[in-house]
C-alpha cells in the first residue's frame, strides 16, 4: 500500500505480478479480462498465489471446481489412471468409456453419449446433432435449417456458436462470422430473442418452426431477483419447442453437476422436462481434466456416424476417470444438498447487511451474482484481491460460485472479506487491478 502525500491510500500490485502481466502482455493473445491474481495452488475453497498470499475462492473458476479445488478423492483416481495409460483416443477404444456412458444414460434416462474435450465443442456438437436431425427427420432444407439460441445465455467464443450469443460487433467487422442458420434473434426481424421474453420467443417460433431445427439455452442464467421468473421463462421456451416439433437442447456446461441444488438446472422446470439432447462440462470431471459430453435420445442422435463428431482427446482414460470419481463424490459426500444449504446461508449473510451499495443477491443453490448500484463493480473486485477473496466483477455487480464442499465457516469469512470491501471502498484512491471490461459468464 502506498500514499499520496496524505491523501486516499493506494494499493498497488507486487513486483512479481507486474513482470507476469508485462510477460503476458508480450507473447500471449486471446483469454477474458481477467483480474490479475496468479495462482500456484489450490486445495478445497482456499487458493495461493504467486507471492504466497492465500484467498478465498468465490468464483470456482466460472463453475468448473464445483467439487472445490483438488479433492482429494479425484485426485486419488486420477494418479491411479496416470500409472496405467493417460490416452487411447480415435484409434483404438476406451475400456472406461463405455461403462461411464451407461452411467449417464442410466442415471439421467437418456440412449447415447458423445464425448469431447470442451464446453464450447460441446455445444457446437449439440447443434451439429439438432441441425442433421432437422434436415434428415424433420425435412428443413440444408441452406434454410435454423438453431436457435437465447439471448444471455454462453456457449464459448468458437466460430460455430459465438452467433447463438449477444451480438458484438467483433464478429462481423473483424471476422465475417455472423451466422444466417445459427442465431439468437428472430430471422425475420433481427430482433434480440432476450431472456425471460416469452412472447418473442413464441412470435419467432410461430413464424419460423418449419424451418427451426432446435433452440439451445442455458435454462438458468440466476441474475433475476426472483429465480421463478427463470424457470417460468425456460419452461415456456420448453413448451413451445415441443409443440412445433422443435429440438430443446439445455447447455448445462455452466450450471450443471449439482450446484444449482439439482444435478442440472433444467430439473428445477419440473419432473416432467425433458430436454432432447444435454450438454455438459466444466465440473463434470471436477477440475482435473478438460472433457464435456452431450446425451440424447435415440431419435435424435441416431443419425449421427463415424468421422462426423469426435475429438482427440473426447473420451481420454483420464477424463473418465475425474468424471466417475466426481459423480462418486457428489452422491457420497451429498454436495447437492450442500449447495442449497450454502445458498442459503449466502442469502441470509448478504440480506443481512441491508447494504446501501448491493441492490439485491440473485441465487440458486451455490451459484450466485451480486447485483451492486451506485460503485464501480470492478473496484470491490480489485479490492477484495488485496484483501484475499477471488472474485469476478460484471457491468452490474460480481459473479459468485461457490464450491459445493465450502465449509459455512469458509463462506462467512469470505462474505465479511466481501462487506469489509463494501464499506471501505471509497476510503481508497487508485486500486492497481481494476478492470474495465467484463467477461460474458
Known amino acids: 500500500m502506498a500514499s499520496n502525500d496524505g491523501n486516499k491510500p493506494l494499493l498497488r500490485l507486487s513486483s512479481r505480478v507486474k513482470k507476469l502481466l508485462d510477460l503476458e502482455a508480450q507473447f500471449t493473445v486471446g483469454g477474458f479480462d481477467p483480474m490479475p491474481y496468479f495462482f500456484e495452488k489450490g486445495q478445497g475453497s482456499l487458493l495461493w498465489d504467486v507471492d504466497g498470499k492465500r484467498y478465498i475462492d468465490f468464483i470456482g473458476m466460472f463453475s468448473a471446481v464445483n467439487t472445490g479445488h483438488c479433492h482429494p478423492d479425484i485426485q486419488e483416481r486420477m494418479i491411479e489412471q496416470l500409472k496405467k495409460v493417460t490416452l487411447v483416443n480415435l484409434s483404438a477404444h476406451t475400456s472406461t468409456f463405455a461403462p461411464f456412458a451407461r452411467r449417464l444414460c442410466t442415471r439421467f434416462g437418456y440412449d447415447k453419449v458423445v464425448a469431447m474435450t470442451s464446453g464450447t465443442e460441446a455445444a457446437d456438437t449439440a447443434c451439429k446433432i439438432a441441425r442433421r436431425w432437422g434436415i434428415n427427420q424433420k425435412g428443413i432444407p440444408a441452406q434454410d435449417c435454423l438453431v436457435l439460441g437465447v439471448g444471455g445465455s454462453y456457449h464459448g467464443l468458437a466460430s460455430g456458436v459465438w452467433s447463438l450469443m449477444n451480438s458484438n460487433p467483433l464478429r462481423s467487422t473483424r471476422y465475417g462470422l455472423d451466422s444466417k442458420i ?214 452490474d455487480g460480481i459473479r459468485l460460485s461457490f464450491a459445493m464442499t465450502m465449509s459455512d465457516e469458509l463462506l462467512l469469512e469470505g462474505a465479511a472479506i466481501l462487506k469489509s470491501c463494501l464499506d471501505d471502498v471509497d476510503n481508497y484512491g487508485s486500486i492497481e487491478g481494476e478492470s474495465t471490461r467484463y467477461g460474458p459468464v
Open 182 to 395: 445459427q442465431m439468437n434473434a428472430n430471422p425475420g426481424t433481427g430482433e434480440l430473442l432476450e431472456y425471460l421474453d416469452l412472447e418473442k420467443m413464441r412470435v419467432c417460433l410461430e413464424e419460423h418452426k418449419d424451418r427451426v431445427a432446435a433452440v439451445i439455452m442455458e435454462c438458468i442464467h440466476g441474475y433475476s431477483r426472483d429465480v421463478n421468473e427463470e424457470i417460468h421463462y425456460a419452461r415456456g421456451v420448453y413448451e413451445l419447442c415441443k409443440s412445433m416439433n422443435i429440438l430443446f437442447i439445455a447447455d448445462e456446461v455452466r450450471q450443471g453437476v449439482g450446484k444449482t441444488g439439482k444435478f442440472f438446472s433444467f430439473q428445477h422446470l419440473g419432473d416432467d422436462v425433458k430436454p432432447d439432447i444435454v450438454t455438459m462440462g466444466k465440473s463434470i470431471t471436477g477440475g482435473f481434466y478438460p472433457q464435456s459430453f452431450i446425451m440424447g435420445l435415440d431419435t435424435v442422435m441416431a443419425s449421427v456416424g463415424p468421422y462426423e463428431m469426435a475429438s482427440t482427446y473426447g473420451f481420454a482414460p483420464l477424463g473418465i476417470a475425474a468424471a466417475n470419481a466426481t459423480l462418486d463424490v457428489i452422491d457420497r459426500e451429498n454436495l447437492i444438498q450442500r449447495a442449497v444449504h450454502l445458498g442459503n446461508l449466502w442469502r441470509k449473510t448478504v440480506e443481512s447487511w441491508n447494504h446501501p451499495l448491493v441492490d439485491y443477491v440473485a441465487q440458486i443453490g451455490a451459484d450466485s451474482n451480486l447485483i451492486l448500484r451506485e460503485v464501480q463493480p470492478s473496484r470491490i473486485v480489485a479490492l477484495c484481491m488485496h484483501r484475499g477473496l477471488f472474485v469476478y466483477p460484471k457491468a
